[in-house]
């Protein structure tokens, strides 16, 4: 069995690091950044590289789904570079290819403002995946960079969904018919994702989890009954946990450059701040208790393997390239 | 015996590859920027991937010694993507791995005005290698990217020799005590570079090699000479060429957007303009006429063959990267 967390937020350093390996987690997507332009996330790919290189002994950055495997087998946990936006692209086409040579696999198609490639999940109208949009949904499937529809609105997400040759993921999300939350998904969009292949991650982050993120045992209910609605095949975890993150990176995730004023993101006025950690959950050493609580509620074996990591990389072996990056001869 | 231009400055199309095979050219470092920033500079690299791919039946990218000799015996043209500048790395120590995990391998320190990492040969202050500089040279060695000091000042130049931990390179440049210029090297320098293990690619270009830019056989003349002064194992040949080369592409590279004067480069107000071609180097087809040349100057064949690639080859085998780039795991 492998663990495997779809998206993390996580400011990471070697204490985190090591909560991985006290989890025994086999691969995490990494939030490398939120609104960032071209320059400012080749700089976020160069502190990653730091970083990783300074704990090799813990964590080593994964291309394909055989390197996730090789990573995991040594004893180490694999790391999948993600971007919780398109930003990254300052709007050129190109970059897709730039940035999957330089190792990035997992981007959402906008973060929380609409941008030029489609609207998000808070925008009022969402006018759908534009034409810019199209092009990027097609090069990221030619360059096996995974597409991310989290914080993504309905309508772009639909025809993302639509115009994906290969699987997409929703990598932290809930339903909406069982969490009502602008940043979940409605049913009708889930069994599209489902029908075409694709992977939710369950989340237990308290904004969008609700009354479900009172124990293991009620998460596993949340799974439960998101797996009686799209499939248990169809459903993953991912944790959107925000270990060591402050106020101030809440409020770059929030309002980043777009506003001057206070934005709440998942949370309300009335919830303002960063949110407690889940004592069932305060960081990724409790992944194993997950397994645990899936049993409890009833899933066989296989089912438990499957939604801790195996439909990940069943995802990973369909979506990331299979051999050398596509811009290489 | 392999023919190596170690640098042009042509505005590449499929006529001008078509030369390439024409001269059964084996490899060509192309210049893909002169005072482009990051993303500009990313551009630059996305619209060489396009060009590469839409004519890979002619030319394809090289980023080893071993690729340059696979593509060569393709009977396609190798290039490695060059820049005239170090402009691309913004000040950052960090993108000259990722620039050269994009495939750069060939980099000038400075064009025509002092950076960060050093002064040009047209600054009338040279302080030499800065600490940003030196760490860049360090950078490009561990990275596998080649240093291009052909347009670099001349302590800065010193000291990049002595820093570097690999040979270094003037692609494109003649003994000053041959042909008089700024753009020209000393003899301390060229002989510094030689001992290191260097190569000069000796340049035709008129304004750079004067009264020897007369024939093939002045040319040879001002290969043997140089050859004399250095060692005919440390020559080889640095075209510069400009195909389809505009005055606008002219003023880019003179002036940049450093100035609103008009500047002359290697030229000067009595000699303003693009050169006319040389009537016995129109393009790379001549390619095998120099050879003829050295020949008829007296050089033996193996002389000649160095000259005309097997140095510049000797050079990559040192230099670039033997396997994978030096980010991936």
């Not at 779809?6 to 985190?16: I, K, M, P, Y």
């Not at 950055?61 to 971007?83: D, N, P």
């Not at 639509?162 to 009502?180: C, D, K, Q, W």
Request: net charge negative; charged share 20%.
């Amino acid at each position: 069995m492998i663990f495997v967390d779809g998206l993390e937020c996580s400011a990471f350093d070697r204490e985190v690091f090591e909560e991985l390996r006290g989890g025994g987690l086999g691969c995490v997507t990494v939030t490398c950044g939120f609104w960032e332009d071209t320059t400012e996330s080749l700089d976020a790919l160069v502190r990653w590289r730091d970083l990783v290189r300074a704990n090799a002994d813990l964590v080593g950055v994964a291309t394909t789904a055989a390197e996730i495997e090789a990573i995991h087998a040594q004893g180490r946990t694999a790391l999948l570079l993600g971007f919780q936006n398109s930003s990254f692209l300052s709007g050129r086409i190109g970059y897709v290819e730039v940035f999957a040579d330089l190792g990035v696999r997992v981007a959402q198609l906008t973060y929380n403002i609409q941008n030029d490639v489609g609207a998000s999940c808070y925008d009022p109208v969402d006018g759908g995946l534009t034409r810019f949009g199209r092009e990027v949904v097609a090069e990221m499937n030619r360059c096996g960079m995974a597409i991310d529809l989290s914080h993504v609105g309905e309508r772009t997400s639909m025809e993302a969904i639509e115009h994906s040759a290969v699987p997409v993921a929703v990598t932290h999300a809930n339903p909406a018919s069982l969490v009502p939350h602008a940043r979940n998904k409605s049913d009708d969009l889930l069994k599209a994702l489902a029908a075409r292949g694709g992977v939710l991650g369950v989340s237990g982050y308290r904004n969008i989890s609700g009354e479900y993120a009172a124990t293991a045992a009620t998460w596993a209910e949340l799974v439960a009954r998101t797996a009686d609605l799209i499939g248990v095949e169809h459903v993953g975890i991912g944790s959107d946990l925000g270990r060591k993150i402050g106020e101030a990176d809440l409020r770059w995730m929030r309002q980043g450059r777009w506003t001057r004023t206070v934005q709440y993101g998942a949370g309300s006025a009335a919830n303002p701040g960063k949110q407690p950690p889940l004592p069932w959950f305060p960081d990724t050493r409790s992944f194993p208790d997950l397994a645990e609580a899936l049993a409890g509620r009833g899933f066989a074996p296989g089912e438990v393997a499957a939604v801790m990591g195996g439909n990940w990389m069943r995802f990973y072996h369909e979506v990331l390239p299979a051999g050398r990056p596509a811009g290489e001869e």
